[in-house]
């Protein structure tokens, strides 16, 4: 089974903060993604990687970076965390290229902004 | 923390019963669709999958058909258990596009 692990299920930051988001996968998956879910809104991509360090803006790419040194790691940073960052953050992956896969998801990292 | 499940539509069934959710999709250029299954405090789940090739595919207990002709997508439980209360979506890939578009879920409730 694939696994996507995110480092935390809970993090209470304050404003202006940087903060690090940080998801591995264990399938040599080339794809990884990273979305916030907030109620209402559904799922919404911030940014994906196709490969190292290659990186793509999503949706909402707005006050997030990425980084992605290594295939298995995509880190996902707040350069300085505002209280409208507070969500659900979910990291996903896939294999192949472009579409047409399945995404795997973590179980998310719920984010506090104060 | 909020749920993911607030604001969104739901549907309420007896365990035992078949269930079905539906999801419209807007591009009639997509051409690859996944059903997933979120419950309380968890990262999506993958369920089952389809290409628009297809019509029906079916798994184990769920069964996905797909109507090119409206853009409708289903997701049909057989025997609904209380177990598979959750939040459910759909996502669909546009051809020639990156990534999966996801909508926004039905929550199901099973009652014992």
């Not at chain 1, 988001?21 to 879910?37: A, G, I, K, S, T």
């Not at chain 1, 109620?39 to 980084?67: A, H, N, T, W």
């Not at chain 2, 207990?61 to 759909?90: E, M, W």
Request: contains cysteine; positive net charge.
């Amino acid at each position: 089974d694939v696994k996507v692990t995110q480092s935390s299920r809970y993090l209470v930051k304050r404003t202006g903060e940087k903060v690090f988001l940080e998801c591995v996968q264990d399938m040599d998956h080339e794809n990884m993604f990273w979305y916030r879910q907030d109620p209402g809104l559904g799922l919404r991509l911030i940014y994906f990687s196709y490969d190292v360090k290659m990186k793509e803006k999503g949706d909402i790419p707005e006050g997030y970076s990425v980084s992605r040194e290594k295939k298995e790691r995509f880190s996902l940073i707040l350069e300085s965390a505002s209280t409208n960052q507070t969500s659900m953050y979910l990291c996903a992956s896939s294999a192949r290229g472009r579409g047409g896969s399945p995404l795997h998801f973590g179980n998310g990292t719920r984010l506090t902004v104060t | 923390g909020e749920s993911v499940g607030l604001h969104l539509p739901t549907l309420s069934v007896q365990e035992g019963d078949n269930s079905i959710i539906n999801c419209a999709y807007s591009n009639s250029a997509s051409d690859y669709f996944i059903w997933y299954k979120q419950e309380s405090g968890k990262g999506p789940q993958f369920i089952i999958d389809i290409r628009s090739n297809m019509d029906k595919r079916q798994g184990q207990r769920v069964t996905v058909l797909l109507n090119k002709t409206v853009k409708h997508l289903s997701l049909q439980i057989a025997a609904t258990q209380p177990g598979d209360s959750a939040v459910y979506f759909c996502a669909e890939n546009i051809k020639g596009y990156s990534t999966l578009t996801f909508g926004k879920g039905t929550m199901l409730l099973v009652s014992p």
